[in-house]
T-cell receptor, first 113, second 113 residues
């Protein structure tokens, strides 16, 4: 598609449940990033994928968070045993190269009740 | 370390100029960016500047880079109510063979009619 697509746009889940968030990057973009934006906060880096290289997972806040990118395209961010502090907007972005920066999706708003 | 700092709020009157400031710590930045986030939306790349430039102008937007002081600013001329948003600065830095982007916390611009 023309942009970065994320689904679902909104997700309400019960504490302790697992959730999966999906990101469809722009075709041909080799780099894919996940960020988290909590209410009133800036962007918190979670993980990024660059081509076939091992992902940089340095931003994942706990081992309940994991992400994969299949075939160098679609990515799924999984949060296991969700907690209320996981409530945030999860943003995905993809990039072709440095000069063009990122293109962001509209995000998934996760609410853990 | 890697850190990007911005003031949290800025309020201006419609028609005035807005100046949003950002400081960063990593001198190896190659590109620096300004992103805009409107309510309920993802981030949109506004403009970027290569680190060997000190100024870039794009219509109502002027980016100034002082590499010695590690200071980046975004000037919006003739600010309009539609410019009300959160503005993020970001830098790209080389780490572990690939580029990583570090974002500031964002500056919330409020334009008063």
């Amino acid at each position: 598609g023309a942009g970065v697509s994320q689904s679902p746009s909104n997700k309400v889940t019960e504490k302790g449940k697992d959730v999966e968030l999906r990101c469809d990057p722009i075709s041909g973009h080799t780099a894919l990033y996940w960020y988290r934006q909590s209410l009133g906060q800036g962007l918190e880096f979670l993980i990024y994928f660059q081509g076939n290289s091992a992902p940089d997972k340095s931003g994942l806040p706990s081992d309940r968070f994991s992400a994969e990118r299949t075939g160098g395209s679609v990515s799924t961010l999984t949060i296991q045993r969700t907690q209320q502090e996981d409530s945030a907007v999860y943003l995905c972005a993809s990039s072709l190269n440095q000069e063009h920066g990122y293109t962001f999706g509209s995000g998934t708003r996760l609410t853990v009740v | 370390g890697e850190d990007v700092e911005q003031s949290l709020f800025l309020s201006v009157r419609e028609g005035d100029s807005s100046v949003i400031n950002c400081t960063y710590t990593d001198s190896s930045s190659t590109y620096l960016y300004w992103y805009k986030q409107e309510p309920g939306a993802g981030l949109q790349l506004l403009t970027y500047i290569f680190s060997n430039m000190d100024m870039k102008q794009d219509q109502r937007l002027t980016v100034l880079l002082n590499k010695k002081d590690k200071h980046l600013s975004l000037r919006i001329a003739d600010t309009q109510t539609g410019d009300s948003a959160i503005y993020f600065c970001a830098e790209s830095i080389l780490g572990s063979g690939t580029y990583k982007y570090i974002f500031g916390t964002g500056t919330r611009l409020k334009v008063l009619a």
